[in-house]
């Protein structure tokens, strides 16, 4: 796919991190940006910046999700390109052992909804109001549009605490191949990337001595990800006409350890 300023895109979770890099990536080729996100005071300031528009959307409430598409078409028109990077993440154990007092803990039932239901069932309802709204559109170099989600080698190295997080991971690497062949015949490609260790607002946030032990771990650059270079796998999925129903991993050959 050709980018260019014939056509507009929507990032999820564009105010910050991965898809604010993403989505200045995109723009920088002349793409119109829409950005969903609920932060709403960095949304409005960076669609600003971009030349876009920022919708408040809580990705994993329809009636949310229905109403920034329908911002986003009428400012930009109907897009071509769809980036799920919303997402949330906690770290509570399965169950637990207080070691001081020996009581035992539970995970949270209602937590661990909520991780799916952003994570998962975000990246779903988003997807299908896109490639609903891709199937309207003429294919172009015979592309109708093209869909990236993002998980996480969580999905497939989860550590201790990560259950609730890697579940819904695991769940958007297992949605890519069935999405990708039931938009095969509307020539819509579906892709998802890993990410590994990068510099998002979460990691950034830890002290410069822990970030840097961090990147240590990681075999080949022994560092932390960039979040553009997130951006720049992102635009290559997007551009290659051949690359579809791929989980890919972004990570710098690390593999997690338990802990």
Not at 46 to 75: P, Q, Y
Request: proline fraction near 4%; hydrophobic fraction near 40%.
């Amino acid at each position: 796919m050709k980018l260019d300023s014939s056509i507009s895109a929507v990032i999820t979770g564009g105010a910050s991190g991965l898809g604010l890099s993403t989505a200045r990536a995109l723009s920088a080729h002349g793409v119109k940006i829409a950005l969903f996100d609920l932060n709403e005071e960095a949304g409005q300031t960076i669609a600003a910046e971009l030349g876009g528009v920022f919708c408040k959307v809580n990705v994993s409430d329809e009636a949310s999700v229905d109403a920034g598409f329908e911002k986003a078409r009428e400012a930009n028109g109907q897009e071509r390109i769809l980036v799920n990077c919303a997402g949330i993440g906690n770290a509570i154990k399965t169950a637990g052992r207080d070691r001081k007092t020996g009581g035992i803990s539970q995970f949270p039932i209602a937590e661990y909804r909520k991780i799916i239901e952003v994570n998962q069932i975000g990246t779903f309802i988003c997807t299908v109001k896109a490639a609903a709204g891709m199937m309207t559109l003429d294919p172009e170099g015979g592309e109708r549009g093209a869909i990236i989600s993002t998980a996480s080698v969580a999905a497939e190295d989860g550590q201790v605490g990560q259950v609730a997080y890697s579940a819904s991971k695991a769940a958007i690497v297992g949605m890519t191949l069935p999405i990708a062949r039931d938009l095969s015949a509307e020539h819509i490609r579906v892709n998802t990337i890993l990410p590994g260790l990068f510099e998002t607002p979460l990691l950034m946030g830890l002290p410069e001595n822990v970030r840097q032990s961090l990147g240590a771990m990681v075999p080949n650059p022994a560092r932390l990800g960039k979040p553009e270079e997130y951006a720049s796998l992102a635009l290559e999925i997007i551009r290659n006409p051949y690359l579809n129903g791929e989980d890919i991993r972004l990570d710098g050959a690390i593999r997690m350890a338990p802990r």
